[in-house]
């Protein structure tokens, strides 16, 4: 079956601009994660959203981080007035359930790059 | 606070030969699980094993293997008669019970194979 797809695959803005990027889960799968891989933080944890339930934003770097989640499938994580430190690898991740019973499932990731 | 720790950066190895990844994990939980994923060149990361707190039966799957000891809170990845395929970065993970399922990634091996 599909696995998780993410758009677009390259992404290159300017300082300031805003920029969307999504998320297509697994079918079926109520967890969805997003992760930033940079090479001075590694792999960090920005956000979790599991069904109905209110999202876990805690990984989330600032303010003008955020992600939604409709209608429990498609995710979309927005940032605002992007600076050069938010370059980097998004990873989009989705898994049966979020206890860790289930194992998470990776996307191709955006490579954001911001000038 | 739950932490990974990869303290292998880089591993080089001549093919055929027998390479050992080294994982330690700090957490609080009782329950746990612990994760093997692999991330080759082409970026996207590929999930290898899952194990939880309660099984430390060592598993093997073809020429991987797993050794998780609790004793030592460690989880190390075991790659047999090595073939360069296996370059990539392999990252191990835990996810506690207390965390919604999300992942705390080590900093990564990178593992060359040399033909």
Redesign the interface.
């Known amino acids: 079956g599909a696995g998780v797809s993410q758009s677009p695959s390259n992404k290159v803005t300017e300082k300031g601009k805003d920029v969307e990027l999504r998320c297509d889960p697994i079918s079926g799968h109520t967890?969805l994660?997003w992760?930033r891989q940079s090479l001075g933080q590694?792999?960090?944890?920005l956000i979790?959203f599991?069904g109905n339930s209110a999202p876990?934003k805690s990984?989330l770097p600032s303010d003008r981080f955020s992600a939604e989640r409709t209608g429990g499938s498609v995710s979309t994580l927005t940032i605002q007035r992007t600076q050069q430190e938010d370059s980097a690898?998004y990873?989009c991740?989705s898994?049966l359930?979020?206890?860790?019973?289930?194992?998470?499932?990776?996307?191709?990731?955006t490579r954001l790059l911001v000038l | 606070a739950q932490k990974v720790t990869q303290a292998q950066t880089e591993i080089s190895v001549v093919e055929k030969e027998d390479v050992t990844l080294d994982c330690v994990y700090e957490t609080r939980d009782t329950t746990y699980y612990l994760f093997w994923y692999k991330q080759p060149p082409s970026g996207e990361l590929v999930f290898l094993i899952r194990r939880n707190s309660f099984d430390e039966q060592n598993e093997i799957s073809g020429r991987y293997s797993w050794n998780f000891q609790k004793s030592t809170s460690s989880f190390n990845f075991t790659i047999t008669a090595s073939q360069v395929v296996d370059s990539a970065v392999y990252f191990c993970a835990l996810a506690g019970s207390s965390n919604t399922g999300k992942l705390i990634f080590g900093q990564g091996t990178t593992l060359q194979v040399k033909p």
């Open positions: 967890a994660y992760y590694g792999l960090e944890f979790y599991q876990d990984g690898v990873l991740a898994s359930e979020s206890s860790g019973l289930k194992a998470q499932y990776f996307g191709p990731g």
